[in-house]
Structure formats: C-alpha cells, structure tokens
C-alpha cells in the first residue's frame, strides 16, 4: 500500500481500508489484537512491517520498534527522519531520537550529527550508560565509541532544497526577530509541523507478552536555528510509555508539545479513563487553549492502551497514522481534528 500524504484525504475513505481484526465500538474506536504497531504518517506503513518481522516472531516491542524506526530513517526519500533530512539555516543535518522500553526505561540523542541511525544510539545510551539524554558533540563520541560509522547526511537534494529555500527566505546569518517565525519553515514544504514539513516518525508497539514500548526519531524542523531540539527526543513530550496504562507519541511542531509535556499528558488522561481518542483530543485542545494561534500550525498525538486501542488527533486535518497487527499489515487512518 502506497500512498503520498498530500493525497490522503483523497483516498481515505477507509472504511474499507480498517483492519480485518479491528472492532470498532464508535467513532475513532479501532481496537487491535496482540501482538501489534502503530506509527505516525504514511511512511510508518514500510516501518510497522519491519516492526511486524518481529513481533509476529515473539519478539519484544522494543526490538520492533527500533527496526521499524530505523526504516525511515534510511529513506533516501523522507527528508524529515534520518540521512535525508532537510538541514538547519546553517547547512547542517542534524537527528534527534528517543526511545522508551516497558521498564520505564529510556534513552535519548538530541542535535546528533554524522550518524545515520539515531534511534539506535539512544538505545545504546539506554542500555550502556547511566544517562537517558546526550546531545551534540558528546552523542556523536558516544556513538562513534559504539562502533556506529561517522558520514556524511546532507544529500544533494537536501542541499538543493536549502539553498532554494536561503533564496526564497533572504536568509540572514544571523538569528533576528525577522528569522524567528515558524513560518520561515513553510513556502513550498506547507503548514509548519504538517505533512510537508517535520513529519516525525512515533512508533508504539504492543508485543505478544501485552508489553509496551515507543519510539520517535526525527530531523527536526526543517531549516531550524543550529541547535534547535523539538519535542521527538525528549521523554514525556515525544514518547511517553507506561506499562500499566499505555503509551503515546506525537509529531509536528515540537515546541509546543514540549510547552505541554503532550505525551505524558495523554498516558495520564488514559490513566484516568480516557479512551486513546479521548485522551489525543484533549492534549490538543489544551495546546489551543494557552495559544489560539498554534491553530496555524500542525501538532498531532496518536496513542495506545494496554487492551490495543488506538487513537489519534490533531490540530489539522491531513494527519495520518499507519496501524499493523496479524490481520493487515498496511493499514492508514486519517486522524481525527479540529479544523
């Protein structure tokens, strides 16, 4: 199943597109068996089936979602995850991921650079130190310690792409008030946080055991200030996981789910009661609430519980989030949103 982004309106009439195995109990209710995946966007199609070779096998979710997320970010065609990813104002690629296990415990790369694959130094960050976060010039030590090759990440479509985007943004040097506008990131790439432009990828797996893990991993914000970290590598705002409840990711514009704490904010709704759905929708609205203009850009969450319910909302319309369990292995879902 192939689909672009910008055609997903079109061709979401997918009623008949659900899971075979889903049961659907109302609006936005999709209900899947254990094991299963689900993941931001419609490149988490191709990054759900990698984390089905393995849960269809036994194995663990976190093993999964470290295969799948590793999908997107070797995509030569995805300029928002990995070694094609649009660079900063500056020219330079850098790769924020995190990732979260059923323990609790979790592990973090942030403003990586050089390495292609950040999703999995963040599990090495997790499992060979006593840190959960290294960022910049330290991660890329701890990654080349770790054996992981040193490259180059600025594609020459990327590089194209920048340096369209200095003419077209009479791109200053240095950091003004005039440079300062989510906006600076839009033009040709669409909304700020929509589909054309920081589509992250959050992966949430549900193994066969009934335990929970995530994932999220990003090139961040095209065009960003050098520096610049979103919400994709940071624990509680991209990736929440919690074993006795559920877990949740987001994507699109990170600083304001970071002002939010989004993801922990949904796993924490759901806690109390609420339906993933429920739970995605009223993250969002809170975001709307503290900064009416935030309705401008796109921030999504999509989430799920311990039984194997899922849900998603967003800001805008044009989200998507691909599901996978032993019924379908390829199903997109539109996510629901305000406007």
């Known amino acids: 199943m192939t689909m672009s982004r910008r055609g997903l309106i079109g061709a979401s009439a997918v009623g008949a597109g659900l899971l075979a195995s889903a049961a659907r109990a109302g609006e936005g209710a999709t209900t899947l068996s ?21 849960l269809s096998k036994g194995g663990r ?6 295969a799948g997320a590793r999908i997107p970010e070797q995509d030569l065609k995805n300029h928002s995850v990995g070694r094609a990813g649009y660079p900063d104002r500056d020219g330079h690629v850098s790769l924020d991921a995190c990732i979260m296990d059923e323990q609790g415990n979790c592990g973090s790369v942030a403003a ?7 999703i999995s130094v963040a599990r090495r960050v997790m499992e060979k130190t006593p840190h959960v976060m290294l960022v910049g010039a330290g991660a890329l030590q701890f990654a080349l310690e770790q054996g992981f090759p040193r490259e180059e990440l600025l594609t020459d479509e990327s590089r194209a792409a920048w340096e369209a985007w200095k003419k077209d943004a009479k791109y200053a040097p240095r950091a003004n008030s005039e440079n300062l506008d989510y906006r600076q990131t839009s033009g040709q790439l669409g909304t700020p946080g929509g589909a054309g432009n ?36 940071i624990i509680g705002a991209g990736l929440y996981v919690d074993n006795e ?11 304001e789910v970071i002002r939010n704490v989004g993801s922990f904010l949904v796993v924490e709704l759901m806690r109390q009661g609420r339906s993933p759905e429920e739970a995605c929708k009223e993250a969002v609205a809170r ?38 369990d032993a019924g379908k292995q390829d199903a997109l879902l539109p996510g629901a949103s305000f406007y």
């Open 34 to 54: 254990k094991p299963c995946v689900i993941s931001t966007w419609d490149f988490g199609i191709a990054a759900n089936q990698a984390a089905w070779a393995v």
């Open 245 to 255: 409840v559920g877990g949740a990711t987001s994507t699109g514009v990170g600083e």
């Open 287 to 324: 975001i709307l609430k503290k900064k009416p203009a935030a309705r401008d850009f796109q921030v999504g969450f999509l989430a799920i519980n311990k039984r194997g319910e899922v849900g998603a909302w967003a800001i805008q319309k044009g989200f998507s989030y691909a599901l996978c």
């Open 198 to 233: 920081h589509d992250t990828i959050g992966m949430l797996a549900l193994d066969a055991a009934g335990n929970i893990s995530g994932a999220c991993t990003t090139s961040g914000m095209a065009w960003k200030l050098r520096g610049r970290v979103g919400d994709s590598p």
């Open 61 to 66: 979710a976190l093993d999964a979602v470290e």
């Open 112 to 118: 990586l650079e050089h390495i292609a694959h950040p």
